[in-house]
Every structure is written in structure tokens, then in C-alpha cells.
């Protein structure tokens, strides 16, 4: 996997903006609080390899109602599934 880039304060003034904790959201989509916070200062601690931080990303986005494309900001080529699916 590219290095991942993303916006991570928009994740956390999404989150804030509509009144949710950190713990709250964790609990919701099965990832620890401390999950949250690492994705939202950009950091890989509390997961185990890039990938999987990938995949907790890509769930804390949906959960909050954001599209991936608006968020990471290289989804094209990081992440090959959408461009796999699109109609020719």
C-alpha cells in the first residue's frame, strides 16, 4: 500500500460538529476509542500494520456520513477497487 494520506481534521470537525464523542463512535463501528484518536492525529499507533488502519479509515468515514474520495486524498491510488468496478 502508497503512503496514506487523508484529511484527518476534517474526520474530527465532522465528528465534533455533529455532537459525537470519540467513544461513541468507536463503540458503533467496533474499533477502540484510542483507534479513533490515532486515525484522527494521523498516526499508525494501535494498529498493526497500515492496511488494517486502512480498513478502520475507510469504516470511521462511512460512520460519519463522508464519502472516501472527499477524505483520502490519494483513494485513486491507494485504493484500486473503485477504479475496478467503474463502467467503461
Not at 39 to 62: C, G, H, R, T, V
Not at 79 to 87: G, R, S, W
Amino acid at each position: 500500500m502508497d503512503k496514506l494520506e487523508y484529511n484527518c481534521e476534517l474526520l474530527k470537525a465532522t465528528r465534533e460538529s455533529k455532537k459525537i464523542t470519540a467513544h461513541s463512535i468507536a463503540v458503533d463501528i467496533c474499533l477502540a476509542e484510542r483507534q479513533i484518536k490515532s486515525i484522527e492525529e494521523n498516526s499508525l499507533q494501535y494498529f498493526p500494520s497500515q492496511s488494517i488502519k486502512y480498513i478502520a479509515l475507510k469504516k470511521y468515514i462511512a460512520a460519519l456520513g463522508l464519502k472516501n474520495k472527499d477524505v483520502i486524498l490519494n483513494f485513486y491510488e491507494t485504493d484500486p477497487i473503485p477504479i475496478l468496478l467503474k463502467k467503461k
